[in-house]
């Protein structure tokens, strides 16, 4: 009997030496896990690893490769030059003011006086209305400050002072003072997301919709135009059938082609990146020479 409470301690004092000897495999696999990489062209890489081996989608790795990215840009970077701006003349007609709102389809616009370099305020197209009910109401009393930035602020920063202040829309001066742009959140977020469009946006051109990754392999949409790709890649696809790369690749290949599907059309091999909804929505665009000497290569 004597020896049972002896066995108890000795089990007792197993038990807790226990964890003590699995906390450094656990260490390890932590360390192991929590690994990361040393410079931001090792995460590019790993990135572009991930979405090889399906774990993100060609979207994500876009969005992601934006967001570093943009850490190094500034406002200057980005923003609309001053003489592309469209601006509203603080003393101009009531319909002279209503035929730039509806021809330019913005929802803010910055406001000057004298000269478009004296920029006073913003004005939101949606409070235009208001002087249709009230035509003696001031156009002033409708103005929003404006909100002005350096060209050397960064976006990262700027992010966040659009966030803080709940401002849309920044003017951006230079080292003098003199506006040397506008900026708009939209800007800012299509750095991280591509470009963002709305009703008003008129796709005249399809450059927004092929994209270079930080790996030299181009991105090109579904929907972008035939014509855009031959501009891009100076082939000569046929135009005559078919508006959209999908629809091409689609005709060619006799049906919608899946994920991991490729076909070579005028010299370019187009690999399926992502399908939804019967249609492909990125493609992996490379020239098939290249294909070539990649395979040679292996």
Known sequence: ?????????????????????????LKK??????RGPDSRDQLMERLADAE????????????LEGVLRMADMTA???????????????????????????????????????RRDNIIGVLMAKDLLKLQRSPTLSLRTLLRPAFFVPESKGLNELLRDFRTNRNHIAIVVDE?????????????LEEIVGEIEDEFDERDGDDTSIYTLADGSQRVAGDATVDAVN????????????DTIGGLVAHELGRV??????????????AVMLARGGAVRWFKVTRAAEE??????A
């Not at 009997?1 to 003590?20: C, E, N, Q």
């Not at 090889?52 to 989608?57: C, V």
């Not at 501009?231 to 078919?242: G, H, R």
């Open 52 to 63: 090889q081996k399906e774990l993100i989608e060609p979207e994500s790795r876009m969005m």
């Open 257 to 270: 082609p899946r994920r991991g599907e490729s076909l070579t059309i005028g010299g370019l091999v187009f």
């Open 76 to 114: 200057g970077d980005v923003m609309v030059p001053s003489r592309h701006m469209d601006l509203l003349d603080i003393d101009a007609p009531y319909e002279e003011m209503l035929h730039v709102i509806i021809h330019t389809g913005h929802s803010r616009f910055p406001v000057f006086e004298e």
């Open 1 to 25: 009997m004597s020896d049972l409470p002896a066995a108890r301690a000795t089990r007792g004092a197993d038990k807790s030496a226990a964890p003590a000897e699995k906390r450094p495999l």
């Open 29 to 34: 696999l932590l360390d192991f896990v929590a």
């Open 231 to 242: 501009e891009a890649f100076d082939v000569f696809l046929p135009t005559e059938e078919f």
């Open 176 to 188: 003098f003072g003199h506006n040397a742009g506008l900026l708009t959140l939209e800007d800012v």
């Open 292 to 297: 070539a000497l990649g395979s040679d290569g």
